[in-house]
């Protein structure tokens, strides 16, 4: 190594002082700026000619006005030969700069004190990173502390660490009795030997959840409570599990008087119920339109689904104002709005509202009215319009697969009055016998709430029969005889103007069919490997949004199972996932398709901290894409590999 002195010691000393990535300032005695490096200049946002008009404590944040002045003094008596604190300044443009500063004194040959060398580092982004994880330590200690359910931390050797207040209040022993004891002390030991062993199976920690129905108390009684694991996970590693139980024994009574005072105030619940259900209707229209109205081109036809939206908006607001004075409905004090009204313009417009479900599920819809139904007749527009979503809505929603139809006819006509027939039929799940003659009673589910399983009926079917009966009609079920499914229908009656050019002008109604058509362009097979649900379905949504097919696994070992009997385009990889995760994954599909055709694999990864891109590149990955996942990212990757095929 070279002696220091064969350098040119002035050419180092300037070279390190103006590239050094540290300020370096010289400030006089008196607090003046004297020199500067571009460091300085970058972190406080200054010209070098402008440190001449004010001094350092010009800038300095007033709450650390004070705190330097010990340490200076005792600089300057020789008592201490440099100090580190840290401080805050204002930039030049107002903002607050955190810095780490080091200040030195240099001094003459007699060792009289010449100026200070001060030395700044920017902190400001390691500080307020600093901050706030400090921030979120408090909401975690308050959350914790202030949560009116038990919340007990511990280890994978089940050792108790921690607890919060309620856990005093549910078992008897202080928190201070409980660290350091083995969890055992509170479930039991074959729970605690089965929840660790459990470890990383999302399922057998589930079941062990489930089993955990008490909690032992220190005075020797049993407390019935529902619990919840959650592992805390810390840098992908389990380092334990926390566990939070709720006290169910004042919870169990409020049930029991919540079910009492819902049989004694019937009108009052079916009011609450009815309107929580139909409130949700209309804005499913809204939201599922905004959808649609979001994947369109600004032409005439994103044009035309901004007035959907309009009409659902103005649905849900009518519908509100009945929700408010439900009880007319119940005494026939309600009265029908009569306005002219075209039926196919409510029917096409009910159709565009719902169309986005069906088109989710490659559902198949077809209208046919009958040219004896007039053009023009006078009802109440919303409550018909509001039927035909409820019936829609719930044929879209059981019917996984297949058709729906709507078919419109006039069943009679006389002294100015006409009575339509509309039926809703479809190809879903249909509904078993037991449940027909229930299908319209208002609270059938209600007063099944602890035990309700969707099977096709509700309050909103109790809603349309009171709307249909205001309309001077029937409703009723019949089961589909060669098919499976069902068909609703129901009748209404409408003051009617006939006009013989009726016919002619309904010629194009007479059939409609609204098909979904992915036929545009090859679609590419994708594999989606997500174990977590919301994550699953907004891939999925995403993906077949640009017109391609998915299939979904929910871990590594399913998604090696289905390379193995399906050749994919782009598999979509989870890193983190039960059983087997994301890497290793890849790994035994780079192996089993090594020299054939091999699917491009992408990282979907929560992680987005810098080199993870690199490193699963480096695992055999082929693309890295970070959550939350955007359309773009997505579509970014398909029209990769399209330009690749091609």
Known sequence: MQDIKLFNPQALFEHIYTNAPIGIALISLDRKWMNVNLAVCRIFGYEEEEFKSFTIDDIRHPDDSGNSSDLLIELLDGVIPSFELENRYFNKNGNIVWTSVHVSLVRDHDGKPLYYITQFIDVTKNKLAELKLQESIERYTSLKKYNHDAIISFGLDGIIMNGNNMVQQMTGYLIEELIDKKMSILIGEKKLSSLL?????????????????????????????????????????????????????????????????????????????????????????????????????????????????????????AIINDILDFSKIESGKTELIEEPLNVRTILSETLYIVMSKALEKNLEITTSVCPKVPNLVYG???????????????????????????????????????????????????????????LFEPF??????????????????????????????????EASKDQPGSTFLFTANFRAQFNISDASQNDRWLQQVYVVDHAAEP?????????????????????EKLGHKTTIVQNGKETVEAVKHNPYDIIFMDIQMPSMDGLAATKIINEMTHGKKSPYIVAVTAHAIKGDSEKYLSEGMDAYISKPVSMSAISEIIERIKKMKS
């Open 523 to 543: 679609s590419l097979k994708i594999l989606i490997a997500e174990d977590n649900e919301v994550n699953q379905l907004v891939l999925k949504k995403m993906i």
């Open 197 to 317: 062993l459990a470890l990383n199976d999302h399922e057998e920690i589930e079941k062990v959840e489930k089993d955990i129905t008490f909690i032992d108390h220190k005075d020797g009684r049993s407390v019935e409570v529902l619990v919840t694991l959650a592992p805390i996970i810390i840098q992908t590693h389990t380092m334990g599990f926390y566990l939070i139980a709720k006290d169910m024994t004042e919870q169990k009574k409020l049930i029991i008087e919540k079910e009492a005072a819902e049989k004694t105030n019937k009108a009052k619940s079916e009011f609450l119920a009815m309107m929580s259900h139909e409130i949700r209707t209309p804005m499913n229209g809204v939201i599922g339109m905004t959808d649609v109205l979001l994947e369109t081109q600004l032409d005439e036809e994103q044009l035309e689904y901004v007035h959907i939206i309009k009409k659902s908006g103005d649905t849900l607001l």
């Open 380 to 438: 109440d527009s919303t409550k018909l319009r509001q039927v035909l979503i409820n019936l829609l809505s719930n044929a879209i929603k059981f019917t996984p697969e297949g058709s729906i139809s709507i078919v419109i006819d006039a069943v009679s006509q006389e002294r100015g009055t006409v009575r339509l027939q509309f039926a809703i039929r479809d190809t879903g799940i249909g509904v078993s016998k037991e449940q027909v003659a229930h």
């Open 444 to 477: 059938y589910q209600a007063d099944h709430f602890m035990t309700r399983k969707t099977v096709g009926t509700g309050l909103g079917l109790a809603i349309c029969k009171k709307l249909v009966e205001l309309m001077d009609g029937q409703i009723w079920h």
